[in-house]
């Protein structure tokens, strides 16, 4: 298992009216809450070679992939060199990766690696695609054993259809990420963070290479009846 020479997590807040209102007395107590777990998270990682830089801001943009805080992420990873970046919205339940090259990482190309890191484990599992992820994802789930099942975009619609399947991961374009196979079935960001550090550390790869490897993505638009 390698060493990683940076890693960079930028968290940024995205405060909505129904989280927290207009107060910034709420404002500031929500920052301190989500700062004081992301601190213990960080905290809590490996010792080794980790350089960590936390920046946190205040927003009311519900648009994660294309706030501007991703595009200072993908700066500071080319300026530092680093292995790659992390970004966590508000609630910490959306997560948002960059790799050591700066390029996003879409919802559909994280469910590829958690997909692939359970199958090998479990075989035939179903994974769960959201509608608005491409077909790529669909026909790499297969590629690799599992059986891919299409469901509604909207993390309470996805976290039923989960339960009632027994399906152990899955996941949305928005980058909610639900894992059942060593968690709680819900969307956690730290969590999901956690697991993409394990599949890079576990690999002899750099992330910008493992992505390389994918199947191409294309933007893609389902019409129904």
Known sequence: ????KYLIIILFLLITPFLC??????????????????????????KNENHINLKMELGTSYSFFQNRI???????????????????????DRIGVVDDKGNILWGDQLLILFSRELLAKKPESKIL?????????????????????????????IKAKMEELKSLVTGEMSG?????????????AMYAAARVLRIV?????????????????SEERRVGK
């Open 70 to 92: 991703l595009n200072d992420l993908i700066k500071k990873v080319k300026d530092s060199k680093a292995d790659l970046g992390i970004a966590l919205d508000g609630d910490a």
């Open 21 to 46: 209102g207009q107060s910034k007395t709420n404002l500031n107590i929500f920052k301190e809450l989500v700062d004081s777990s992301v601190t213990s998270f960080i905290n809590n990682l490996p």
């Open 201 to 217: 550390a576990d690999s002899d790869k750099k992330l910008s290479e493992i992505i390389s490897e994918l199947p191409s993505r």
């Open 129 to 157: 695609v959201e509608v608005k992820c491409s077909q790529a994802l669909y026909e790499d789930v297969v590629k690799h054993g599992g059986k891919p099942i299409f469901w509604k975009t909207g993390h309470s619609l």
């Open 1 to 4: 298992m390698k060493k990683y």
């Open 176 to 188: 909610h990420m639900f894992f059942k196979d060593e968690h709680y079935g819900y969307d956690d």
